[in-house]
C-alpha cells in the first residue's frame, strides 16, 4: 500500500496564519481518532511540539499553537483510515483552509512513507519527536515507576535491543535526529520530562 502523496504543496499562502481554533481541533481529534493509544501518541507528540516552540523557538502564542496543532493532528486519519493516511487529513485542512505550514509538516512526518522532505524546523522536529516519542512510551509501561526515574542511558539501552518496539524504525529515528541538527542524548533528555506530564 502506497502512502506517496505525489506532491509537495499544500494548501493557499494566503491562508498563512490561519489556524484551527483549540476547541475545533480537539472536536476534529475526538471525531476521528477512537483508539485511545493513538489518541495518547498524539497528545504526546502535541505537546512536546508545544514545548520545543515555546522554550527553544521562542514563538508567540500563534506560533506555538501552529506547531502543537501539526503534533496534534499528524496522525489524525490513521486510526480510521489508514489507506489514506496523511492524504485525508491534508484534503481535510485545504478545505478549512488552514495555514500551508502545518498540512507541510504533517506531510513530511515520514519522508520515506509520505514522499515529503522536512524542510522548516517545525517540519524537522515533528519527524524527530514522532518515532522516539512512541519509544519511550513503550518504556515507560514496562517501568514499575514509569516516567519516574527514567534516563538517557535506559532509554538508549531499549534503542539498541531490536525487539524492543521493534515497529518503530531505529533508522528513522537517526535520519530525523540528523536532519534537526541535534544529538540524540538531547533530544531523549528534552522529551522524558515533558512527555510524562502528558497523562490519560
Known amino acids: 500500500m502506497s502512502l506517496l502523496l505525489n506532491r509537495n504543496q499544500f494548501g493557499n499562502p494566503e491562508n498563512k496564519g490561519k489556524l484551527l481554533t483549540r476547541e475545533e481541533a480537539m472536536q476534529l481529534f475526538k471525531d476521528w481518532?477512537?483508539?485511545?493509544?493513538?489518541?495518547?501518541?498524539?497528545?504526546?507528540?502535541?505537546?512536546?511540539?508545544?514545548?520545543?516552540?515555546?522554550?527553544?523557538?521562542?514563538l508567540d502564542d500563534n506560533g506555538i499553537w501552529a506547531w502543537e496543532l501539526s503534533g496534534l493532528l499528524h496522525d489524525a486519519d490513521w486510526d480510521q483510515w489508514p489507506e489514506l493516511h496523511c492524504k485525508k487529513i491534508i484534503e481535510h485542512l485545504e478545505e478549512l483552509q488552514i495555514d500551508p505550514d502545518v498540512m507541510h509538516a504533517i506531510a513530511s512526518h515520514g519522508p520515506n512513507h509520505f514522499g515529503v522532505e522536512p524542510i522548516n524546523k517545525m517540519d524537522k522536529m515533528?519527524?524527530?519527536?514522532?518515532?522516539?516519542?512512541?519509544?519511550?512510551?513503550?518504556?515507560?509501561?514496562?517501568?514499575?515507576?514509569?516516567?519516574?526515574?527514567?534516563?538517557?542511558?535506559g532509554v538508549k539501552k531499549r534503542l539498541k535491543e531490536k525487539s524492543f518496539a521493534a515497529n518503530v524504525s531505529r533508522e528513522e529515528i537517526q535520519d530525523?535526529?540528523?536532519?534537526?541538527?541535534?544529538?540524540?542524548?538531547?533530544?531523549i533528555a528534552f522529551i522524558i520530562p515533558r512527555q510524562s506530564q502528558v497523562t490519560a
Not at 50 to 56: F, N, P, T, Y
Not at 126 to 153: C, Q, T, W
Open 33 to 58: 481518532v477512537l483508539n485511545p493509544k493513538l489518541q495518547m501518541h498524539m497528545l504526546q507528540v502535541a505537546h512536546l511540539m508545544k514545548c520545543w516552540a515555546k522554550e527553544k523557538e521562542n
Open 126 to 153: 515533528l519527524f524527530a519527536f514522532d518515532e522516539l516519542s512512541g519509544l519511550i512510551h513503550a518504556y515507560s509501561l514496562m517501568r514499575p515507576n514509569g516516567y519516574e526515574g527514567m534516563d538517557v542511558k
Open 176 to 187: 530525523a535526529v540528523d536532519r534537526a541538527g541535534i544529538l540524540l542524548d538531547d533530544l
